[in-house]
């Protein structure tokens, strides 16, 4: 059974940090590209980083560019997403997608909220 576990979120003040992961297990997490998403309230999802398979490629959304880092570790079966200087506009719902050759798993997503 596939499953990716998102965690770390919670509420924060800006200019804080945050740490989020995603736990993976169920398909060969090794081999598959992982992004995070996010989705603010009534707004679409947006692409805010993705990771290639083997970590050495990122790339990262305008907005996050500089603030926020997605590693991973292949022995752990984790991604993560390191926030740092956090806005109020980073407030949304971040979901965690693993996706190989049209093959795409979700997580069920972390809130992180930012506010004063």
């Known amino acids: 059974q596939v499953q990716l576990v998102e965690s770390g979120g919670g509420l924060v003040q800006p200019g804080g940090s945050l740490r989020l992961s995603c736990a993976a297990s169920?398909?060969?997490?090794?081999?598959?590209?992982m992004k995070w998403y996010r989705q603010a309230p009534g707004k679409e999802r947006e692409l805010v980083a993705h990771i290639t398979s083997g970590g050495v490629t990122t790339r990262y959304a305008d907005s996050v560019k500089g603030r926020f880092t997605i590693s991973r570790d292949n022995a752990k079966k984790t991604v993560y997403l390191q926030m740092d200087t956090l806005k109020f506009e980073d407030t949304a719902v971040y979901y965690c997608?693993?996706?190989?050759?049209?093959?795409?798993?979700w997580g069920k997503g972390t809130l992180v909220t930012v506010s004063s």
């Open positions: 997608n693993g996706f190989l050759n049209g093959v795409d798993y």
């Open positions: 169920g398909f060969t997490f090794n081999n598959y590209g």
